[in-house]
């Protein structure tokens, strides 16, 4: 009788043990399900923070250009090419 008791808390224990590791293979497939959830959406934001930045730098690059710059001097600052008068060259004496 003693070794039948043995023998059923063996076998309980390790169903328990059993229970236990599925419980826990369960829950660790979960997280891992949750945690690519969150690398995916990260790398999503990351794609559209990737091409904002392309267009900005676009952007810069057409709002920077020369041609641009002195249509906007010329336009809103009314600034001109001075006359060859107008013009000082500033020379740095030789030492």
Known sequence: MKKQLLDLAGVLLLAACVTASAVWIVLTEHRSRQLFIQ?????????????DWGRLQIEQSTLATHPRIE??????????V??????VVVVEPVK
């Open 39 to 51: 690398l995916e959406e990260r790398n999503r934001e990351q794609d559209e923070l990737q091409i």
């Open 71 to 80: 249509a906007l001097a010329r336009d809103r600052l009314h600034l001109t």
């Open 82 to 87: 001075p006359d060859d008068e107008q013009l």
